[in-house]
């Protein structure tokens, strides 16, 4: 009978990601979790132990976080939000890279000092980014990578030492690569967007018929935890989505159900979408929301035979638009 993998580390705990994992641990009976977190205690159950790291690098000692531990589930990171703050700040020639110091650095000196102490798998979640900003045919494992960002760059760069560690420590390694993750609380593009609908009747997108796909925050979490124990999943890498590939007038109507909103999607030709954003210098945000990108989740499917928890349309019912915009 194959080992169930009873004892989790999840990093970044208390983060969008990482709080739905908690959630779903805390009411699985199979774990008990250890939980880092840079913020003080939180309450969600006797299951669930916490621990304050104040920073996640490749200095950080890490003793003393890894008793009794089967899996690291490693869901922290610096994200888009920071490359786009760089960007707009004049950087000291001696500053240090976050993107390295904690996505690249911080990961591998967690994976090394985990797997000398005897943890037996490490769950990464990488980037749909590490592909590229939108493909032309659905995504898969085996696709070329052309990362279009630091912070895409810093995870190929991670998974890369990752299988090195993995091949010189002996543990199994899985490398997980979602599309755009949504949900109640969601920061970034899909957080904006959600605003963006509570606030206005109206949206440019009617003309548009892309397809990209998604990922509610409780599907991700399930396959997180699905490779934390799955036999077969040892050693492989996953693109991951809903299994739903819709246009963004599609995604933004499914908000604005979510959220009990009428909207009303004009027909703006899509040159002229374009034209504005290049002039607002949003040139990378209308190709990440008009563009396509789909993957191909089969793999998942077929050799883990997962299926999702949720819907789009039930993960959107959770949203409530009092959460937003206050």
Partial sequence: MTKTVKNILVTGATGFVGSSLLNQLAND????????????????????????????????????????????LHVAGVAHAHEQEQEQEQPSP???????????????NLAKQAAEYGVSRFVFVSSIGVYGRNSTAPL????????????????????VGLRQLARDLCFDLVIIRPVLVYGLGAPGSFGKLTKLVDKTPMLPFGLCHNLRSFISVDNLADFLLLCAV????????????????????QFTNEIARGLGKSL???????????????LLRKDKLAEQVLGDLQVDCSKAKTLLGWQPLETMSQAMAKLDSSNFCK
């Fill in 29 to 72: 009976e199979r774990f008990s979790t250890t939980a880092i977190t840079r913020r003080k205690k939180l309450k969600i159950s006797d299951k669930v132990l916490f621990k304050k790291l104040d920073n996640i690098n490749g200095l950080t000692d890490w003793s003393g976080f890894f008793d009794g531990i089967d899996c690291i």
């Fill in 94 to 108: 001696d500053s240090i890279d976050p993107f390295n110091d904690v996505n690249v650095a911080g990961t591998l």
């Fill in 140 to 159: 898969s494992e085996e696709s070329s990578l052309s990362p279009h960002s630091k912070y895409a760059q810093s995870k190929i760069d991670a998974e």
């Fill in 230 to 249: 799955h036999p077969l999943a040892a050693n492989q890498d996953f693109v991951i989505s809903d299994g739903e590939d819709i246009s963004i007038k």
């Fill in 264 to 278: 009303i999607q004009l027909p703006i030709p899509h040159s002229l979408m374009r034209l504005v954003a290049r």
